[in-house]
């Protein structure tokens, strides 16, 4: 069976921390990769897509390994408002489905 | 900014009963879904839509369910007998041009079958 794994969590880190999230996908024919964030019973949003060399978006960093099947996200300088969950996602075989991992709990404190 | 919008926002429904969930996509958006997540669960795929057919769907999207996008806005999901098992929050979303476009979500739709 095709699936996601995450680390659930949760991680609780003070304001200001760098946390780092991993992902594993066991689909080698998966092309396409996010991670999006998701507010206690809202619905999912993309934070970021995924790129084979790595992107960045603000504080936001990830990291593909295609040949490992692993997606990382880097969160910098973490903000109250970054407490949410965050989803790694990949595209089914067909290109039309997507695949969610359970999600990973960030909690940042003050 | 153009968004997926979803009626109602809360379903409650007796087990047996029908229930039809809407959705209005993002307007020039081709390709459209349903995914559902019951409490504390991982957000599952149901259905994919395009060109007024279905193009995949999951083991989950049984002969209960069904899909339709009855005029050029609403895109619709019927559970035709619900079930407990049924209860979950549906959400709706869709994508540009091409299916590996980015999915944008609607809010959601929480259905509790009694």
């Known amino acids: 069976r095709k699936e996601v794994e995450q680390d659930p969590g949760p991680f609780n880190v003070p304001e200001g921390a760098t946390v780092a999230f991993n992902c594993t996908y066991s689909?080698?024919?998966?092309?396409?990769f996010f991670w999006y964030r998701q507010d206690c019973r809202k619905e999912p949003k993309l934070l970021m897509s995924?790129?084979?060399s790595g992107n960045e978006d603000g504080r936001f960093t990830a990291q593909l390994n295609r040949a490992s099947q692993y997606i990382s996200l880097l969160i910098r300088d973490s903000k109250l408002s970054d407490s949410a969950t965050y989803l790694c996602?990949?595209?089914?075989?067909?290109?039309?489905?997507?695949?969610f991992g359970k999600g990973t709990s960030l909690l940042v404190t003050p | 900014e153009p968004e997926v919008t979803q009626t109602p926002s809360h379903q409650v429904t007796q087990m047996g009963q029908e229930v039809i969930l809407r959705c209005v996509p993002i307007?020039?958006?081709?390709?459209f879904y349903w995914y559902r997540q019951i409490l504390g669960q991982k957000v599952e795929f149901l259905v994919s839509?395009?060109?007024?057919?279905?193009?995949?769907k999951s083991e989950i999207f049984d002969d209960q369910f069904s899909v339709e996008r009855p005029d050029g806005s609403n895109f619709t999901l019927k559970i035709r007998s619900t079930k407990l098992e049924d209860s979950a929050m549906y959400f709706c979303?869709?994508?540009?041009?091409?299916?590996?476009?980015?999915?944008?979500f609607g809010p959601g739709t929480r259905l509790t079958v009694l």
């Open positions: 307007s020039n958006h081709l390709y």
């Open positions: 979303a869709s994508s540009g041009f091409y299916p590996t476009d980015t999915q944008y």
């Open positions: 995924v790129y084979s």
């Open positions: 689909n080698s024919a998966s092309q396409s």
């Open positions: 839509f395009y060109n007024n057919e279905i193009s995949e």
């Open positions: 996602v990949v595209n089914m075989d067909s290109g039309y489905a997507l695949n």
